[in-house]
């Protein structure tokens, strides 16, 4: 009887007739869609929530957007690690009010306006608060269409996707041995790290403290110590482990242009993976001498906010990956527009899938992975117990491959209970880069 009335009220007869599969109102496709031109099927959002908690060592946000049919949410990552607070804020007092009222479905039409609404744009804070609404309306609309995000997209271009852990230590013994332990998890893929990014525990006169310069807690790291131990890190690797092992490495722009240069040309012999931001994205200019100098493949992005960083180096083929840290490019429509640009440049994917990302951002990576044909590889880190009981559903890894959860949307869900025993660091030196200092005490940039 119900659906009859609202056949009538849509002054749809019942000539409609049998067509098909009904949907989850109990409407055909013609009605539905007849039903939605009337504005009465229409999905309007009602809540625009972010919720930050810090469940391991960094601090994640999600937005949580409600909608007017009852129990029909989404979720999306707007994890910015070191300033948390500017993203709420800019959540609860901008995009929640923006958002009241308009469709759910309209995604694109939402971001283009949202992105606008600051007129100043591009930046680290808006781009992930906008994220947070963007990946949470295609988890609704993965859940209306009753299918996982990646088959919204056209489906799977492979079974899983292959991935890269991290493995370093404080000397080669550490660093053997924690490859070891990757190699024996299934991973193909091995990031190498000598400590800390820049190798930091190698360099030894902090002359700037002696003069009391900057703060004790300071950072000491200069170069030389930082390029010779990689080079012969590599070496014991490679010697350790063989030739077929993929070797990945991040210098994290910690050198001058020039050094990057010259321990890229070093490393080409052992024959890396890729090597990672080998310089500032304010020194996007120098890719071209990289280019000129090296066959080592490169991969750069998790820094970028903006497209004036991302096209060049996409549309000169100035880099191999492209690695963008998802939220920060303002969400998923953004990503994977990249990746349809990166597609006819021949290059290839490696979202950035650090521990400071949600495990809804992990799952929008992984959904992104599997449906590109320019795919590379993918960053993970493990889930703790924490985190994987505030996000049921998150993504698993097994032999060095992720999986998301097959089930609508991104497949993962949020216990907010749970969260709340996990509040985030906002004030503490856990949401900073402590500054890193040359022996004369100049900066480095983290
Ligand atoms: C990586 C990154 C991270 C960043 C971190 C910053 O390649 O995974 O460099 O380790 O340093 O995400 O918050
Ligand atoms: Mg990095």
Redesign the pocket.
């Known amino acids: 009887m119900k659906r009859r009335n609202l056949l009538k009220s849509l002054g749809l007869g019942a000539s409609l007739g049998a067509l098909g599969v009904l949907d989850r109102r109990g409407l055909h496709a013609a009605e539905a869609t007849a039903a939605a031109a009337k504005g009465s099927a229409r999905l309007k959002i009602t809540k625009v929530r972010a919720i930050a908690m810090r469940p391991g060592g960094s601090n994640l946000i999600v937005v949580k957007v409600e909608t007017s049919e009852p129990g029909l949410y989404g979720l999306g990552c707007a994890t910015y690690?070191?300033r948390p607070s500017p993203v709420l804020a800019a959540v609860h007092d901008f995009l929640d009010p923006f958002s009241h009222g308009r469709d759910a479905d309209n995604i694109e039409d939402l971001w283009q306006n949202a992105y606008t609404s600051s007129y100043w744009r591009n930046g680290p804070v808006l781009n992930n608060a906008l994220s947070g609404l963007d990946m949470a309306l295609w988890d609704i609309k993965g859940k209306r269409a009753g299918m996982p995000v990646h088959q919204l997209l056209g489906g799977k271009c492979r079974f899983a996707v292959d991935c890269y852990s991290h493995a370093g230590g404080r000397d080669l013994k550490d660093v053997v041995d924690s490859v070891r332990s990757k190699v024996q998890q299934g991973f193909r893929h091995i990031r190498i790290q000598m400590g800390s990014y820049g190798s930091e525990h190698l360099s030894t006169r902090a002359d700037f403290r002696d003069a009391g310069f900057g703060l004790p807690q300071d950072k000491l790291m200069d170069s030389l110590p930082y390029l010779k131990a990689t080079v012969k890190m590599f070496d014991h690797v490679r010697t350790e482990f063989g030739d077929d092992l993929e070797l990945l490495h991040?210098i994290?722009e910690r050198i001058e242009p020039r050094d990057a240069i010259r321990l890229l040309k070093e490393l080409e012999r052992f024959r890396p993976f890729f090597i990672?931001d080998p310089v500032a994205p304010e020194a996007n200019d120098y890719f071209r001498q990289i280019r000129a100098a090296t066959t080592v493949p490169i991969a750069m992005g998790?820094l970028f906010n903006s497209p004036h960083e991302w096209v060049p180096l996409i549309k000169e083929r100035l880099i191999d990956f492209i690695r963008v840290h998802l939220s920060q490019t303002g969400g998923f429509s953004v990503a994977r527009k990249i990746a349809t640009l990166a597609e006819f440049f021949n290059v290839r994917s490696a979202w950035?899938g650090?521990g400071?990302t949600s495990p809804v951002g992990h799952a929008a990576n992984l959904h992104l992975d599997l449906v590109i044909p320019n795919f590379g590889i993918q960053?993970v880190v493990p889930f703790n117990e924490a985190t994987q009981e505030i996000f049921p559903g998150c993504p698993t890894v097994k032999n060095g491959y992720a999986y998301v959860n097959e089930a609508p949307g991104w497949g993962v869900d949020f216990n907010e209970t749970a969260a709340k025993k996990y509040p985030i660091d906002n004030a503490g030196r856990s949401a900073y880069w402590e500054p890193v200092r040359r022996r004369d005490g100049s900066a480095v940039r983290p």
Request: glycine share 0%; charged share 50%; net charge negative.
């Open positions: 690690t070191q991040d994290h990672e998790e950035h650090p400071d960053e």
